[in-house]
């Protein structure tokens, strides 16, 4: 049984057996998860700083494993089996990057289907935006280095966006496309991302930048 028996009535319904004449204990201790394949978990957390209600600097890493070593990516990892996701952004916030003592805030799930090479992956965006004179970070796990990088955002008035990101330290400059799409879904609307062209910038972590961006700075605008 997945969770501690002790809490078992919490997931009681209001039948005692089911078609199979299986309680709800029995069902559990027959049940297999690994009947289906099953999507991997993962979270990329946004560090970012603001000023005047824009999003200034972002913190990133540069990944020192396949797939995408060598390019700059949000830091972020695999959620334990049984690990709240905001407490997996933290834990691997920390150990990529040495950042601790911030809490975060979830944004959005991204979960294409083709979104990683390794296997069927949905990543989980978390942000937290801070001082940047009350970070101290430092690279580790199989992060080969880490940087805040100054955000710029612009738009090419034909639906797309290039994001350019150059870092303190080094001076290195990344930059992306990305492609934005809006529909109306039972009149609400429904923005998306996607990258068209990439420099430096690993897999779909452009678009997840930029729309974090966007997002951040209007709950800023809301906060004001």
């Known amino acids: 049984m997945y969770i501690p ?38 979270v990329d957390t946004i560090v970012a700083t603001s000023e005047g209600g824009k999003i200034k600097k972002i913190m990133l890493i540069k990944r020192g494993n396949h797939p995408s070593i060598g390019l700059w990516a949000l830091p972020g990892g695999f959620v334990e089996y049984k690990e709240n996701l905001k407490d997996a ?20 799930t991204y979960g294409d289907w083709d979104r990683d090479p390794r296997t069927r992956i949905i990543t989980t965006a978390f942000a937290s935006i801070v001082d940047e004179k009350d970070i101290v970070f430092a690279a580790g796990d199989d992060a080969a280095q880490a940087d805040w990088f100054d955000a710029d955002i612009m ?16 001076k290195i400059r990344l930059g992306c496309r990305v492609k934005e ?10 923005r998306s991302y996607k990258v068209i062209k990439r420099d430096g910038i690993a897999a779909d972590h452009g678009a997840i930048i930029v729309e974090s961006i966007f997002l951040l700075e209007e709950k800023l605008k809301g906060v004001g």
């Open 181 to 190: 799409e809006r529909k109306l879904i039972c009149g609400i609307e429904e």
């Open 155 to 170: 738009d090419n008035g034909d639906g797309t966006y290039d994001l350019t990101l150059v870092s303190d330290q080094d």
């Open 89 to 108: 952004a933290l834990r691997e916030l920390s150990e990529e990057t040495g950042i601790e003592g911030i809490d975060a805030v979830q944004l959005k």
């Open 5 to 42: 028996s002790d809490r078992i009535d919490e997931f009681r319904g209001i039948y005692d057996k089911n078609s199979a004449g299986e309680t709800l204990e029995v069902f559990l201790e027959n049940y297999d998860p690994k009947t289906w394949d099953n999507p991997s978990a993962t």
